[in-house]
């Protein structure tokens, strides 16, 4: 069958979908990659099995397919499969899109009414010996770290009662547990939010509810080693705009941002809602932190933060009229005084516009000194299509978050760079790799780049070769080989 996509960016270039589940063994290495670099970079890629049947569709309807480039040294193997939803098994069986616009299933065929909607294409999570692919808007899918075979939906052995699962967690690298949450928990565009915690073998230990100000894109939050913050922008979904075969989300300008702060170990009950400018929009905070300053008790939350929201098909929605290339988004520090939370936060730019912000594991929820993010900057080329907002990203950033000071490695107007993964490093004071997927627009081909993590200014010191196109990916994750093997033998 020769699929027809729409002429849009979100179908057009590199965001053409492939639909190929394929692996490759030994592909061609430039350069050396480390030998201490063993283990699974796992992607999360949206790649639509079906041309939508709507009007207009967007790049992160997708249906999820999950990528591993496995890593032994100087040897690189590659495999990619699709997620088997629960929507991508009933599409395929009638070899054709039933499900309507993103989401919102009032505009699905009546054939799968009730069927689970999520498409798993967002996050892939390592946590507990098991692998997750996650779209926050549905539960989370287990997939078979080896196999890449879906395992099936994961709600904790039953345990889980939010009906989402966020795709972005923090891992507390001391103890190991998980802290995540689902919004629109209790159903579609309600305000419940979930807050949870998995300890470090995977048990869900807590699962508290509460209400958010207003129905939320809620993508992302922070822990620190004594708080939990949940930022609350104002994208808000409305249920009767759904049941009219609207858009889920509308920004609204005139609405405030707000962050509920609570002990991260606290009662739902304890949360303090600080109340914040309106009509901001934030996908990803980098970390946040405590600390005492002069007799203060300080958290700290880093993120990069717009003006409006960066999703063209939310900005249109929405009225909102700008190009992805003129919206900016500082990396910004927002300081709250647990003293006295009534005066709002302090706000100070920390780095450059720019996005998909990832610090080592091991500096998760505390102080920490050093970031990586990509960007797009307008001096090296027009925007190019690639990825969910239209306009590639053509530059990476280390930044030091204390000194105020980035470097960065320019990759020319005819490249584009997905997000970054950390690799640790086993050599003392060594700041470890990264790993990412570079497209190249005018060959249409990708490759997979390893960077010291401490000098990104030198340039690829690996480029792995790829037989095909990769679609781009979302967000990604890294698994030691140990990690792997210890799942293996525990038969995880
Ligand atoms: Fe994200």
Request: proline fraction near 7%; aromatic fraction near 12%; glycine fraction near 10%.
């Amino acid at each position: 069958m020769i699929k027809k996509w729409p002429n849009s960016f979100d179908f057009q270039g590199f965001n053409e979908p492939i639909g190929v589940e394929w692996c490759d063994y030994n592909l061609d290495v430039e350069g050396n990659i480390p030998d201490e670099i063993q283990g699974a970079f796992f992607r999360a890629v949206p790649d639509p099995g079906f041309p939508p049947f709507i009007d207009k569709d967007t790049y992160i309807s997708g249906d999820g397919m999950i990528g591993r480039f496995l890593i032994h040294g100087n040897r690189v193997d590659f495999a990619i499969r699709y997620i088997e939803t629960d929507r991508y098994l009933a599409e395929k069986k009638e070899n054709k899109a039933l499900f309507g616009a993103y989401r919102n299933p009032y505009t699905d065929d009546p054939s799968v009414r009730g069927v689970e909607r999520t498409v798993a294409n967002t996050t892939p999570i390592w946590h507990g010996g098991r692998l997750f692919l996650t779209k926050e808007d549905g539960p989370a899918y287990e997939v078979d770290p080896i196999t890449l075979d879906t395992i099936g939906k994961w709600d904790y052995h039953g345990a889980l009662k939010s009906q989402t699962m966020t795709a972005h967690v923090r891992i507390d690298p001391d103890s190991g547990e998980m802290f995540f949450f689902g919004y629109e928990a209790g159903g579609l565009a309600t305000r419940d939010v979930a807050y949870c915690i998995a300890d470090k073998d995977g048990k869900l230990i807590s699962e508290q509810w509460f209400q958010a100000p207003y129905c939320a894109m809620l993508h992302d939050f922070v822990v620190t080693e004594n708080y939990v913050l949940f930022p609350i922008f104002p994208t808000i979904a409305d249920l009767d705009r759904i049941k009219a075969g609207g858009a889920h989300w509308v920004h609204h300008p005139d609405e405030p941002t707000w962050v509920g702060i609570m002990p991260r170990y606290g009662k739902v009950e304890e949360m303090k809602w600080v109340k914040g400018p309106n009509g901001l929009s934030a996908y990803h905070m980098m970390n946040g932190f405590d600390e005492k300053a002069s007799g203060s008790s300080l958290v700290h939350m880093d993120l990069n933060v717009m003006e409006t929201n960066i999703f063209p098909f939310i900005r249109e929605a929405s009225g909102v009229d700008a190009s992805p290339a003129e919206l900016r988004a500082s990396l910004c520090r927002w300081t709250f005084d647990m003293d006295d939370l009534d005066k709002g936060w302090t706000e100070t730019i920390i780095g450059p516009p720019g996005d998909m912000s990832r610090t080592a594991a091991t500096d998760q929820c505390r102080p920490y000194e050093i970031g990586y993010y990509a960007c797009y900057d307008p001096q090296i080329g027009p925007p190019v299509i690639h990825s969910v907002v239209g306009a590639g990203f053509n530059t990476l950033l280390r930044i030091h978050v204390g000194k105020g000071k980035h470097e960065a490695l320019p990759l020319g107007p005819d490249r584009s760079i997905n997000e970054p993964i950390h690799i640790p490093s086993r050599q003392e004071g060594h700041e470890g790799w990264l790993a990412a997927v570079v497209d190249t627009h005018s060959t249409m081909s990708s490759e997979l780049w390893f960077l010291e993590a401490g000098n990104i200014g030198k340039g690829a010191i690996a480029r792995v070769k790829l037989p095909f196109r990769l679609r781009p990916q979302i967000h990604g994750w890294w698994v030691p080989q140990e990690e792997l093997d210890r799942a293996a033998v525990l038969g995880g």
